[in-house]
C-alpha cells in the first residue's frame, strides 16, 4: 500500500444504523462490487481470492494478468493491474512472451475449462512442459457460460448441456479432460493443485493453493497451475442456491480437490 | 560494420537483431525453418530469447505477448503456417501490439493471404515484399520500426530465393528516426496505482475508468490504418517514363523483370517495370503515374492471378491490364518453376505486346 502513487477510491464501509459496523468485502485491488456476472456464480469468489493472494504476496506491482475468453475476463473490468486479454485457448502461449521478456512480473493466466481444456489443451501442455515461470488459472465449471451452457471438455459424464441434451454418454461424446492430472504428469510442471470455491473450507483451500503457486513461480521453481472448480448455475440450469451443492455432488467425484504436485515441499 | 556474404536468412536475422528485436518465436516449416535456425543461434548472443514453439498457433502468440511486454517482437512461417497464425495477427492489429510477422513463402500464391488477411475485423497488415536479400535487409529494420510508429503488426513477404540466396549485405543498425515511447506495454509496475494498463480488443476498461469500447475503439483503428494506407505506399519503378507497355511483378521476381526490360528496350521495344514494394498499402496512386499514359499493362506474378485485382483497381479501367503470369511450381514444391525465368517471361512478353515470332531476335 505505502509504494502506491495514488489511492484510488476504495471499498465504501457499510454502516448501518444500529448494527455492528461491518468492514468492506472489497478486494484491496477490486475497483468495483460490480462482477458483471450470474447471480450465483463461483468465479468473482475466485477472483476476489486471487487479487487477495496478489496482494498478500505483495506481488500487485509486478502482477500481469493474461486473461482468456469466457466470462471470467469480466475480471478486467473490476481490478486495478495489468491486464493483457488475448485470444481463446491461447493465454499460456501469450503469458510465455510476456514472461520471457518481463522475467520479475508474476504473470498469471486467467483462463476457463472451455477456454484451457477445449480449445486450448495444446497451449497450456506445452507451457507446462516447457517449464514456463507462470501461474496458470483454470476457473472449471464443466460447461461453456459465456455461451449459454453448452458441453465442454470438462463437462462430467451424465451432465445435463445444451449439446448434450440427455446428459454427457461416454459413448457419444466421450470421457472429461482432467487438466490438473495432465499437467501434473508432466516434468515441467512444479506446482499443480485442484479446489473448489462452494463451501468456506474450499475458498480457504483456494487461497493457500493460489499462494503456493506464485511462490512457486517467484522462486523459479516451474510452472504452476490451480484448477479451481466454480459453480455455474445458469449454465448448469439449476436453481442459484443449487450450485454449491450441484458442484460437490456432480463435479468433484470426477475432479477431486487437493494438491497434485508440489515440488518446493518434498514429499 | 562492412558487408558480408550471407545467406538471406542469416542476414534477416542479423538485421533484425540489429533492429532491437529480442524476442523470436517460430515452428520449423520450408523455407521459413533456415531463419528460424539463424534466430536460434543467434539470440542468445544478445541476451534475447527465441523459442522453437510447438505450433505456428503458439509461435505467434508468444510473439504477441512479447511485444505487449514492449519487446520487438517477431514471428514467422509460410503458407499454411502463417494461414493458422492470421487470428493472432488480426488480434494484435485489433488490440494494438506491435510485431513483425516474416513470411518466407513458398512463391507468389500467397499475395491474397499476405494482403486480405484471413483474421477476423477491419483490419490491415503492412506488407513489404523484397526483391532480394539486401532490400530484405532494410525491410527487416524497417518493419521493426513501422510496427512501433503504427502500434501494428506488420509482415515481411519473402520466399526461398530470400531465404536461401547468399548476397554480399551490410546489416548494420539502420535510424528510421524518432518513435512515440512505449508506456502503454505491461511490465505489471501500475498495479494497484489506480493506473493499471490494458490490452484489450474490446477497449472496455475498467468499471472505474472505462475506456472507449468497441465502436469507438475499431472506428479510430480504421482510420489508422486508413492512414497507413495513405502515407506507407512504397514502389520502384524502372524505364517506366516513356513506355507504352508497363510490366507490374512483385518481389523477386522484380529483378528477373527488370531484366527482361534492359533487353527489350536494347530490341527498340518501349517497355518499362513497376514492382510494389509495399503490398499493402498497394501504391495505387503510383502506378497510375507510371502506366497511365501507356497502350497497356501487363500483370507478370507466378501464381493463378492474385495481384492483377491491385493493379485494376489501380489503373480504374483507363488502361487495360493483361495477366501474362501463371502457377508454376518445381517438383518439390517449395519453389517456383519454369516460368520464373527470362526467356518464360521474354516471350509471354512480346506474345502479350503482339510481336510476332518473326519479329523476334
Known amino acids: 500500500m505505502s509504494n502506491r502513487s495514488t489511492e484510488p477510491d476504495r471499498g465504501q464501509e457499510v454502516r448501518i444504523e444500529g448494527a455492528r459496523q461491518v468492514a468492506s468485502s472489497r478486494a484491496d485491488l477490486q475497483v468495483s462490487e460490480d462482477h458483471h456476472l450470474c447471480p450465483g456464480c463461483g468465479h468473482p469468489v475466485a477472483w476476489r ?74 497451449e497450456v501442455l506445452h507451457a507446462a512442459a ?74 480457504a483451500q483456494t487461497k493457500r493453493y493460489l499462494k503456493r503457486a506464485f511462490e512457486t513461480q517467484t522462486s523459479g521453481a516451474g510452472f504452476s497451475l490451480v484448477e479451481v472448480l466454480t459453480m455455474c448455475p445458469t449454465g448448469w440450469f439449476v436453481p442459484t442456491a443449487a450450485g454449491p451443492g450441484y458442484l460437490s455432488d456432480s463435479m468433484q467425484p470426477t475432479y477431486p480437490t487437493g494438491p497434485l504436485k508440489d515440488s518446493l515441499r518434498p514429499a | 560494420m562492412t558487408a558480408a556474404l550471407l545467406q538471406g536468412s542469416r542476414a534477416i536475422a542479423d538485421s533484425a537483431i540489429a533492429a532491437g528485436c529480442r524476442f523470436f518465436a517460430g515452428y520449423p516449416m520450408l523455407p521459413f525453418t533456415d531463419l528460424l535456425e539463424a534466430m536460434s543461434a543467434k539470440m542468445p548472443e544478445v541476451g534475447g530469447t527465441c523459442i522453437n514453439a510447438d505450433s505456428e498457433i503458439e509461435a505467434v502468440n508468444m510473439a504477441l505477448g512479447a511485444g505487449a511486454a514492449g519487446a520487438r517482437a517477431a514471428t514467422g512461417s509460410c503458407g499454411q503456417g502463417i494461414a493458422l497464425m492470421q487470428e493472432a495477427i488480426a488480434e494484435a492489429a485489433l488490440n494494438e501490439v506491435p ?47 513501422l510496427a512501433d510508429t503504427y502500434r501494428a503488426p506488420v509482415c515481411l513477404y519473402g520466399d526461398y530465393l530470400v531465404a536461401h540466396t547468399h548476397m554480399s549485405v551490410d546489416v548494420a543498425p539502420i535510424d528510421f528516426g524518432p518513435l512515440p515511447d512505449k508506456s502503454w506495454a505491461l511490465d505489471g509496475t501500475a498495479g494497484g496505482t489506480g493506473h493499471a494498463r490494458q490490452i484489450w480488443t474490446w477497449a472496455m476498461g475498467r468499471d472505474d475508468a472505462p475506456g472507449p469500447g468497441p465502436d469507438v475503439h475499431w472506428r479510430r483503428l480504421a482510420q489508422k490504418f486508413a492512414t497507413m494506407g495513405e502515407a506507407e505506399a512504397r514502389h520502384e519503378s524502372y524505364r517506366c517514363g516513356d513506355a507504352e507497355w508497363v510490366v507490374v511483378s512483385f518481389g523477386t521476381a522484380g529483378p528477373f ?58 489503373l480504374r479501367g483507363q488502361v487495360p ?33 503482339g510481336v510476332g515470332a518473326g519479329e523476334r531476335r
Not at chain 1, 134 to 157: C, E, K, P, R
Open chain 1, 49 to 122: 481470492i486471487l487479487l487477495e493472494v496478489i496482494q498478500e504476496l505483495s506481488l500487485a506491482q509486478r502482477a500481469i494478468g493474461v486473461v482468456g475468453h469466457g466470462c471470467y475476463t469480466n475480471i478486467v473490468r473490476m481490478a486495478d493491474i495489468d491486464f493483457l486479454q488475448c485470444l481463446h485457448g491461447r493465454a499460456p502461449a501469450v503469458a510465455t512472451g510476456v514472461k520471457r521478456v518481463q522475467p520479475q512480473a508474476a504473470v498469471f493466466t486467467l483462463q476457463g475449462d472451455g477456454d484451457m481444456a477445449s480449445e486450448g489443451l495444446a
Open chain 2, 99 to 145: 510485431m513483425v510477422v516474416f513470411n518466407m513463402a513458398r512463391g507468389q500464391q500467397d499475395y491474397w493471404q499476405a494482403t486480405r488477411g484471413g483474421g477476423w475485423g477491419d483490419y490491415r497488415t503492412l506488407t513489404l515484399a523484397p526483391k532480394d536479400v539486401a532490400e530484405a535487409v532494410v525491410h527487416t529494420q524497417l518493419l521493426f520500426h
Open chain 2, 257 to 314: 523483370i527488370d531484366y527482361v526490360v534492359e533487353e527489350l528496350r536494347a530490341d527498340g521495344q518501349r517497355v518499362g517495370s513497376f514492382r510494389p514494394v509495399t503490398l499493402w498499402p498497394f501504391p495505387e496512386a503510383a502506378l497510375l503515374e507510371a502506366a497511365g499514359r501507356a497502350r497497356g499493362v501487363l500483370v507478370y506474378e507466378v501464381n493463378a492471378g492474385q495481384m492483377i485485382d491491385d493493379v485494376r483497381l489501380a
Open chain 1, 130 to 203: 516447457r517449464a514456463e515461470k507462470i501461474t496458470a488459472i483454470m476457473l472449471n465449471n464443466g460447461v461453456f457460460g459465456d455461451t449459454g451452457g453448452q458441453m465442454t471438455a470438462a463437462s462430467v459424464v451424465g451432465q445435463r448441456t445444451k449439446t448434450s441434451l440427455e446428459g454427457r454418454s461416454p459413448e457419444l461424446h466421450g470421457y472429461p479432460v482432467p487438466v490438473a492430472e495432465l499437467v501434473a504428469s508432466l516434468p515441467g510442471a512444479a506446482y499443480v493443485a485442484r479446489s473448489a470455491v462452494n463451501t468456506a473450507g474450499g475458498v
Open chain 2, 321 to 353: 491490364a493483361t495477366f501474362i503470369g501463371g502457377v508454376s511450381i518445381d517438383s518439390s514444391g517449395m519453389r517456383q518453376g519454369d516460368l520464373l525465368t527470362v526467356a518464360a517471361i521474354r516471350s509471354r512478353v512480346l506474345d502479350a505486346i
